[in-house]
């Protein structure tokens, strides 16, 4: 079984991730589905990209059973990749969330320029709770989208916030009853279909170029503070306890 299927409607692209069985948690299989797509050339006819999961989950994050056997061997770059090659799209890239979006499946639907989320959705970082934390590059996208009080409460407490409340604060572009999810999700691309592809062009590369200037701030410092905590015992408790649905107990080690 495709563990990403493409779907082709006219200017409109959709990329499903398609691991129902396993909450479309990112593996490396998944995670090089999804950048080998996102990196292929765009059509002459292709107006939007749509992303979207399978299931009632949109993403859970990166496979913890996965993670946790090769203690941090890549997949946290391999998911950098993926969600540059979203950022990079040429094209507006829709996120269309109709369930839980859970750290990496969070960045994921943030890294999209317009979410389209249905109210039973959450969006959360649970990585405090298994003893991780995101690196700069995953961090600043929470900062850039979320504003620092709703990232620091998303990252501190690490439990998830709802779409509504999201919503509520202006930081995601649509979240309606779930049983009016398509529908919407349908208005808000065909109407991005409908513009001048050109002016999405350059408007997508100004906002994406605007941003960049985080790059440039020091951070060798943070990136030791983050290794630190990945290669942790508290990291391995954590991981451990999460995939044996019991709490972990840290030690600060």
Known sequence: MNKVIIEKDGPVRTIWMNRPEKRNALDSELLREMIEVLRAPVAADDRVVVIRGKGSVFC???????????????????IEIMLRAIELCPLPVVAVVQGDAIAGGNELALHCDIVVASDKARFGMSLAQVGLAPNWFLAKK??????????????????????????????IARCVPAAELEAEAKRVVERLAANAPLSLKAMKGLTVRQLEFRDAIKHDDIDALVRAAMQSSDAQEGMKARLEKRTAKFQGK
């Open 60 to 78: 859970a994050g990166l496979d913890m059973a996965e993670r946790s056997k090769s203690a941090g061997a890549g997949e946290a770059s391999g």
């Open 142 to 171: 929470l900062m850039e989208v979320l504003g620092p009080v709703t990232t620091r409460e998303m990252l501190l407490l690490g439990d998830p916030l709802s779409a509504t409340k999201l919503h509520g604060l202006g930081l």
